[in-house]
């Protein structure tokens, strides 16, 4: 069976992205891999003068976590033929694990399990 794989970042315009990309694998009888792409919980800029900071960013991560969670919530309940997964790694990595998205692991930095969650 076809798969077709969409990336969540937390952003208000995932409810949309993830409503279209629903609608879509129904249309197409076609199954979907929703990832919520966590974002880092400290980052560190470039140096400035020598100088290197880390900025906490784990109040940011935990919003737009909850906010993409609640979308794939809201927009795919009850879909037999959705997975979810989130990933703590960048989306050009993602991609070159999308066949780990299923797995009930933490393989390659994804962490998966069926879409009764």
């Known amino acids: ?41 400290e980052i560190i800029p470039a140096a400035i003068d020598s100088v290197v900071a880390v900025i906490d960013n ?7 976590a909850a906010l993409g969670r609640q979308a794939y919530r809201d927009i795919c309940a009850g879909k037999s033929f959705v997975d979810y997964a989130e990933a703590t790694m960048g989306i050009a990595a993602a991609l070159n694990t999308v066949d780990d998205v299923r797995s009930n692991s933490r393989a390659s930095g994804l962490t998966s399990w069926d879409s009764e969650t």
């Open 58 to 64: 784990s109040a940011e991560r935990e919003a737009h």
């Open 1 to 41: 069976m076809r798969r077709a794989v969409i990336y969540l970042d937390g952003s208000p315009n995932d409810r949309d992205s993830l409503s279209f990309a629903l609608s879509f694998c129904e249309r197409m009888n076609t199954r979907l891999s929703v990832v919520l792409i966590l974002e880092p919980e």
